[in-house]
């Protein structure tokens, strides 16, 4: 099955720790596959946040981070800020697919 | 630094083809080093992946689109192109292009986007 499950929304108080977690199967995550998180601004292109699991790019804040464990992932943000509010989406290799899956997409709400 | 930008008509007819060009600055597309690809995102929803070329013209396409798309390149002009036929109100989405390492499956790269609407 090629899905990549989010929940939908998550939302946090400013300082607050938030996760967002993405379940994978057989034919994403499971094999090994790594797992890459965007972070997305409405009205602009997703930008890279995380990639192979664990890395972050040059710039990210390393308030963001994230883990990778069996068919799952999951992306922590800490100290959250009003600027973190945007939609977050993980994204893997699928062997059923023979390219990218993305998630649904988790849009973070900072109250 | 690298940049990439889509282009084409923002407008299609239902049944039409929808053909859109990246074209990408700041690097090579010739480079071997990575795969170019196409990703789309309906308004409120999330994102697609539609497939991707590499610089000698091998592709892989999402196999719910496969039957619909081709995707093309061309070194000497530094772009990619994509075409998506018999286009309904449903292909309606931002359309991004993005690069997308060999052996690194993430896109580190993306253009703006275009919006492509599909209506008579």
């Known amino acids: 099955q090629s899905v990549l499950t989010q929940p939908p929304s998550v939302s946090g108080a400013p300082g607050q720790r938030v996760t967002i977690s993405c379940t994978g199967s057989?034919?994403?995550?499971?094999?090994?596959?790594?797992v890459h998180w965007y972070q997305q601004f409405p009205g602009t292109a997703p930008k890279l946040l995380i990639h192979?699991?664990?890395i972050r790019p040059s710039g990210v804040p390393d308030r963001f981070s994230a883990s990778r464990s069996g068919t799952s992932a999951s992306l922590a943000i800490t100290g959250l800020q009003a600027e973190d509010e945007a939609d977050y989406y993980c994204?893997?290799?699928?062997?059923?697919?023979?390219?990218?899956?993305f998630g649904g997409g988790t849009k973070l709400t900072v109250l | 630094q690298v940049q990439l930008q889509e282009s084409g008509p923002g407008l299609v007819k239902p049944s039409q083809t929808l053909s859109l060009t990246c074209t990408v600055s700041?690097?090579?597309?010739?480079?071997?080093?990575?795969?170019w690809s196409w990703i789309r995102q309906p308004a409120g929803k999330g994102l697609e992946w539609i497939g991707r070329?590499?610089?000698?013209?091998?592709?892989n396409y999402n196999p719910s689109l496969k039957s619909r798309v081709t995707i093309s390149v061309d070194t000497s002009k530094n772009q990619f192109s994509l075409k998506l036929s018999s286009v309904t109100a449903a292909d309606t989405a931002v359309y991004y292009c993005?690069?997308?390492?060999?052996?690194?499956?993430?896109?580190?790269?993306w253009g703006q986007g275009i919006l492509v609407t599909v209506s008579s």
């Open positions: 192979t699991n664990s």
């Open positions: 993005a690069r997308e390492g060999v052996g690194m499956p993430h896109f580190d790269y």
């Open positions: 700041g690097g090579s597309i010739s480079s071997g080093s990575y795969y």
């Open positions: 057989s034919s994403n995550i499971g094999p090994g596959f790594d």
């Open positions: 994204q893997s290799y699928d062997s059923g697919l023979s390219g990218s899956l």
């Open positions: 070329i590499y610089s000698s013209g091998s592709t």
